[in-house]
């Protein structure tokens, strides 16, 4: 089982660590490792710095290239780093051979995800799946990682199957990883029954990019109390209320957020918590419209959407976060009349290549929540006349 992670008296402080390939620009990889330092504000640790560098390709044995584990090296002396975290997958020898050079404990973005699932794992299913991911991650990295396995125990990155005896070989990990799937396919089985007892109701699924508002707009729909904090992951577990709109229910679900390079273990493990989103019958896709990448976020959410067989549904898109979008983008002089013409051009943008399905709100300051409940509203009604219409004469 997942160990409790160890209070931390203090905030780790993080190195980040990026390579500029050939398919990118500065500019994104900056963004990717703000991102990242985000991600690690959310494990509870501070970024002091960050390191890039241009390469065709990662260095096999260490990622980055000599130099530059150099340079990092200096930087290192005489510093209290805790953690130093690469913005993608490292093999387990490249963290064996990073951690032998630097001597400070080295991560990887994947690692650094699971750590905040693990701290945010709050149900018996969301807690099978995170040790699920956990060993599938492992595996295989035990070759380089016999002596990487003896820091485990506290702080980021560390939470989950640790040993303080080196006993973790292949097939003991296995063993674990037949006995978790076991275990899960269990809840999945109670899961499924309880989804059937729902009976005859349209199913609506919030789905978006992590941090992009999906809880705070559950909450705003369905007048409930869904945890929701300006941190990346803030939602683990499915939530399912029961919602009525002028005497029409339906169900309306919040699910757990995407995020750039999602372990593909990790979609593996949370497959039964995102049968939700494959079992719905309208997704309401919820973009942060305030990120300047919020493009790539979509292109994140649909691409996920594609590899858990959920793409294929109607789809309304709430822009949502338009106050800080605002906000980020005009300038105090800038006239009302160039304003507005900027946001009639993005709203007809994107009206046109919606086909009209999406509504740009703002879920703190509740604009245009009226018409985004009309919107989910005429969507519901919809699906009934088709799938039930001998229901539909009672929700007029």
């Known amino acids: 089982m997942i160990e409790k992670a160890k209070k931390i008296g203090r905030e780790e402080k993080a190195v980040m660590v990026g390579l500029v390939q050939d398919d990118q620009t500065d500019e994104q990889v900056q963004e990717y490792l703000d991102e990242l330092a985000f991600l690690a504000e959310t494990a ?11 390469l065709p390709h990662p260095n096999s044995k260490t990622f980055v290239g000599k130099g530059k584990l150099e340079e990092i ?4 002396d005489g510093k209290a780093i805790d953690v130093i975290i690469f913005d993608d ?12 050079e630097l001597g400070v404990k080295t991560i990887d973005r994947s690692d650094l995800i699971l750590d905040i699932f693990a701290s945010r794992a709050r149900t018996a299913q969301a807690k099978v799946q ?22 485990l125990g506290g702080g980021i990155g560390t939470r989950g199957p640790g040993e303080t005896e080196i006993e973790t070989d292949r097939r003991i990990i296995k063993d674990k990883i037949s006995l978790l799937r076991k275990r899960l396919s269990g809840i999945d089985k109670q899961m499924f029954t309880q989804r059937k007892e729902r009976g005859e109701f349209i199913r609506v699924a919030l789905v978006g990019y992590t941090n992009a508002g999906k809880s705070t707009l559950m909450n705003l729909l369905s007048k409930s109390d869904v945890f929701a904090e300006n941190k990346l992951f803030a939602t683990l577990d499915t939530t399912t209320r ?29 497959k039964s918590t995102l049968d939700e989103v494959r079992e719905a019958d309208i997704l309401l896709h919820v973009v942060d419209i305030s990120q300047p990448q919020y493009e790539e976020q979509m292109g994140v959410v649909n691409k996920t959407l594609q590899e858990i067989q959920a793409y294929d549904k109607p789809v309304l898109i709430v822009f949502n976060k338009m106050d800080l979008y605002e906000k980020k983008t005009f300038d105090e002089w800038l006239e009302d009349s160039v304003k507005q013409e900027i946001l009639k051009d993005l709203k007809e943008r994107w009206e ?13 300051e509740r604009t245009n929540i009226v018409v985004l409940r009309n919107l989910i509203l005429s969507k519901v009604r919809e699906l009934y006349k088709v799938r039930y219409p001998y229901k539909t004469a009672y929700f007029y």
């Open 89 to 100: 997958e490292l093999s387990g020898s490249q963290i064996s051979n990073i951690e032998k």
């Open 242 to 270: 029961k919602i009525v709109f002028e005497n029409t229910p339906f169900l309306l679900s919040d699910t757990v957020g995407f995020i750039r390079k999602l372990p593909h273990h990790l979609v593996e493990s949370f």
């Open 44 to 54: 509870g640790a501070v970024a002091m710095k960050r390191f890039t560098q241009k």
């Open 130 to 151: 995170v040790e699920l991911a956990q060993y599938q991650y492992l595996l295989p990295r035990l070759k380089g990682m016999w002596t990487h396995l003896e820091r």
């Open 73 to 76: 090296k200096k930087y290192l």
């Open 352 to 364: 046109h290549d919606s086909d009209g399905n999406c509504v740009f709100v703002s879920a703190t």
